[in-house]
Each structure stands twice: as structure tokens, then as C-alpha cells.
């Protein structure tokens, strides 16, 4: 692409997670063509604006899934460019990256199928582990989100047992997150781990946290506390 158009396309990107709500930027963005907006959508991670972060995040989703759709092993390249960006080599922060590739998989049955381990991994002690704190909420919150649609892959991963140590994480947002994932995964994926997740959850301490992040449908605004009785209702 000549450097005059990508620059314009990535404006029109901007300016769409910048001014539109999240629903009419998920129909929007596949107005365009989907091998060419998946680099500005990337950019867009480190958005200084949270709210247009997560839009861009749930963009990546629908424009992975569709160029899974046309060619599988050209979407395959971009979930390979997450993994590469999370690798301590690739020198990069991972700002959004951990969610960019669980909504890209959330979209997607079939790359799903292939990944969802991987994901699981980041958040594992003993597997590929990311240390830093934000890129532990991505995969987290990623997780939950996944929970939404591929219960089933979930289970058979053995994610539960695997970010269960998370839930003692220093970082209030990891905690939070791991709060709303597992209400996410439900009774069924937690299966025998369900009374030492409850545990868990009663003997979580009050936290004063707002956050704002993607549910699965759209942006939400809530708090720590409002999502731990919300888990604990959802697991009583």
C-alpha cells in the first residue's frame, strides 16, 4: 500500500474507534478490507485512550475471524505476530496484545481450536508466564472471554486449575479480572475446582476499583465489588 493511502486508512480507523460506540464500530470496521486495517488496529493498542484500546481490541476480533474466514493461514500469521510480540525478545510492552489475540480466538472456532492452550500458557507459572502485570490482565480477562463462547476448550486446557494462583496477584486489576473470568468459566469448566474457587472469592478483601472494559457484547463501566457479588451469585 502506498504510504499516502495507509496513512489516510489509518486515520479513518482512528477516528472511527475515536468517535463511534463500540457496536457500530464492529459493523463499520469490515467496511474496509481486512488484510490492510489489521496494522492500524494493532497501533491503535497503545491508544492513550482506554476506551478506544478495548474498541480496537474487539475490532481485531471480527477482522481476524474474517480474514480466518478467506484464508486460515493468513490469519494464522497474525495470531504468530501476538505471540511474537509477547515474547520477551521482540522487546515490546504487550499493551493489548494478550486481548487482542483472545477476542481474535473468540471470533474464530478454528483458531480457537489451535491457540487457546497457548493463551492459557501466559498465564501459567510454570508455562510460558508473563511477569508483567498488565499483560497478565489481558490474558485473564482474555480467558474469561473466551469462557463466554468455547467453554468446552476451556475444560479441556485445564484453564481453571492453571490461572487459579492469579487470584493472589499484587495487581488489583489481575485480581479483578480473575474475579469476572471465573464467574465467566461458571460451574460447569470449574467443575471440582468450584468450592476452592468460592473460597477464594468470600476471602477476597474490599477493593474501591472502577474499571472500564469489553464484556463480550460492549464497553462496560462496574467495580471490583460490583463483579466479586456478581461472580459469587453466578457460582452460588
Same mark, same amino acid.
Not at 99 to 110: C, D, F, G, P, T
Not at 112 to 132: P, V
Not at 181 to 204: A, H
Given at each position: 500500500m502506498?504510504?499516502?493511502?495507509?496513512?489516510?486508512?489509518?486515520?479513518?480507523?482512528?477516528?472511527?474507534?475515536?468517535?463511534?460506540?463500540?457496536?457500530?464500530?464492529?459493523?463499520?470496521?469490515?467496511?474496509?478490507?481486512?488484510?490492510?486495517?489489521?496494522?492500524?488496529? /494493532?497501533g491503535?493498542?497503545?491508544?492513550? +485512550? !482506554?476506551?478506544?484500546?478495548?474498541?480496537?481490541?474487539? %475490532?481485531?476480533?471480527? @477482522? *481476524?475471524?474474517?480474514?480466518?474466514?478467506?484464508?486460515?493461514?493468513?490469519?494464522?500469521v497474525?495470531?504468530?505476530?501476538?505471540?511474537?510480540m509477547?515474547n520477551?525478545?521482540?522487546?515490546?510492552?504487550?499493551?493489548g496484545?494478550?486481548?487482542?489475540?483472545?477476542?481474535?480466538l473468540?471470533?474464530?472456532?478454528?483458531?480457537?481450536?489451535?491457540?487457546?492452550? /497457548?493463551?492459557?500458557?501466559?498465564?501459567? +507459572? !510454570?508455562?510460558?508466564?508473563?511477569?508483567?502485570?498488565? %499483560?497478565?490482565?489481558g @490474558? *485473564?480477562?482474555?480467558v474469561?472471554?473466551?469462557?463466554?463462547?468455547?467453554?468446552?476448550?476451556?475444560?479441556?486446557?485445564?484453564?481453571?486449575?492453571?490461572?487459579?494462583?492469579?487470584?493472589?496477584?499484587?495487581?488489583?486489576?489481575?485480581?479483578?479480572?480473575?474475579?469476572?473470568?471465573?464467574?465467566?468459566?461458571?460451574?460447569?469448566?470449574?467443575?471440582?475446582l468450584?468450592?476452592?474457587?468460592?473460597?477464594?472469592?468470600?476471602?477476597?478483601?474490599?477493593?474501591?476499583?472502577?474499571?472500564?472494559?469489553?464484556?463480550?457484547?460492549?464497553?462496560?463501566?462496574?467495580?471490583?465489588?460490583e463483579?466479586?457479588?456478581?461472580?459469587?451469585?453466578?457460582?452460588?
Amino acid at each position: 500500500m502506498p504510504k499516502a493511502a495507509h496513512s489516510l486508512l489509518k486515520r479513518e480507523v482512528l477516528k472511527l474507534l475515536e468517535t463511534e460506540d463500540l457496536p457500530t464500530v464492529k459493523e463499520k470496521i469490515l467496511s474496509f478490507p481486512p488484510r490492510k486495517v489489521i496494522n492500524p488496529l /494493532i497501533g491503535a493498542l497503545c491508544h492513550r +485512550e !482506554e476506551a478506544v484500546r478495548w474498541k480496537a481490541v474487539a %475490532a481485531i476480533g471480527v @477482522v *481476524v475471524a474474517r480474514i480466518a474466514a478467506e484464508d486460515l493461514e493468513r490469519a494464522r500469521v497474525v495470531i504468530r505476530r501476538f505471540m511474537w510480540m509477547l515474547n520477551e525478545e521482540s522487546g515490546g510492552m504487550a499493551w493489548g496484545v494478550p486481548e487482542a489475540m483472545a477476542e481474535s480466538l473468540a471470533n474464530s472456532r478454528a483458531l480457537a481450536e489451535e491457540y487457546t492452550s /497457548i493463551l492459557i500458557s501466559y498465564g501459567w +507459572e !510454570e508455562g510460558n508466564f508473563l511477569e508483567y502485570p498488565p %499483560a497478565q490482565r489481558g @490474558v *485473564v480477562w482474555g480467558v474469561g472471554r473466551l469462557a463466554q463462547v468455547f467453554p468446552d476448550l476451556l475444560k479441556k486446557f485445564r484453564a481453571p486449575e492453571y490461572l487459579l494462583p492469579l487470584s493472589s496477584s499484587e495487581d488489583p486489576f489481575v485480581r479483578a479480572f480473575w474475579v469476572w473470568s471465573y464467574g465467566q468459566m461458571g460451574k460447569e469448566v470449574l467443575g471440582e475446582l468450584l468450592p476452592e474457587v468460592r473460597r477464594r472469592l468470600q476471602e477476597m478483601p474490599p477493593l474501591e476499583l472502577s474499571l472500564l472494559f469489553y464484556d463480550g457484547t460492549d464497553l462496560r463501566k462496574t467495580s471490583f465489588q460490583e463483579i466479586l457479588t456478581e461472580t459469587l451469585l453466578r457460582l452460588s
